[in-house]
DNA sequence: TAACAATAATTAGTGTGACAAATATAATTA
DNA sequence: TAATTATATTTGTCACACTAATTATTGTTA
């Protein structure tokens, strides 16, 4: 047997990780939402951040450079987000949300937050303190200073 | 602000997520094993479980089926696996390691456990059982009975 | 036993993640 | 100021996740 216990909580996050996302989409997809999980986090992030750089929201959202340049391109062929050229520096572009993408927030968030909760059932402040330290620090521990 | 706390934890979760597969699998292509942390999981399922079908294998890998195929589909490729055809039911199928599937357990396995270990560092055996309960916890929330 | 339903596996399509390379522009320096 | 270096973004490629559709085969029932 090579079954590490280590092995075992590698496996444990991966699986909740994708299961939180998963439950988080189907839902999306039943209400018609008309976004993906990920598409709404960073029209999100937008919303509450507006006018940053590509580069910027792609640190705020915990995403890669190219991968939030494909998301927003999802998001401007829905006209949900545009992208406005930097006044003096025209390698540079800040992201803005749309009046439409404003209309989708305020119709979705409160429904997201309703089923979102589903996920943290059976858990108390105590388990979000632990839940919370204990990822973030194997976050650190793989984040090189 | 929109920011509810619980879209917070389904950030750290994710992110921990994938930071951890991300370690990982930069230390594989490093070293060369030629294989991907999930045809490793994968690979080490069959070694451990072997002679499993399609469906079987995926349940116990935590993959959909369509994923796992893709996955057997690449080992076959570098032959550290094949598909056995059931002797009852032409439907089905048997998963097996090949010798060159086995020698790659053997080679890497250990290593794979060393740098696998970075990321539960400053954890105690404590921390790992709220780990353990706590994102169990939030599996099972959404998983329909 | 012929028609229908169920099952195992694969294929197709879209989205996301990671990494490298390419492109365009700006900043620096020789 | 021409050449070089650095930066912001996008494009390309491969792998994985999920859903739906398809194919092949088996089981069930009228």
Request: charged share 30%; with cysteine.
């Amino acid at each position: 047997m090579l079954n590490e216990s280590y092995n075992q909580y590698s496996f444990i996050l991966d699986r909740t990780a994708r299961k939180v996302k998963q439950y988080a989409q189907t839902a999306f997809a039943e209400q018609q939402f008309d976004l993906t999980v990920d598409q709404w986090i960073v029209l999100r992030t937008i919303y509450e951040n507006p006018s940053l750089s590509n580069k910027e929201m792609a640190e705020l959202c915990g995403k890669d450079q190219p991968t939030l340049t494909r998301i927003i391109d999802l998001l401007i062929k829905k006209e949900f987000a545009e992208r406005i050229s930097h006044p003096s520096d025209r390698r540079s572009l800040r992201l803005h949300i749309t009046k439409k993408g404003e209309d989708k927030i305020q119709e979705i968030a409160p429904k997201v937050a309703d089923f979102r909760m589903q996920a943290w059932k059976n858990l108390n402040e105590e388990d979000f303190a632990h839940f919370t330290r204990i990822l973030n620090t194997i976050y650190d521990n793989l984040t090189q200073k």
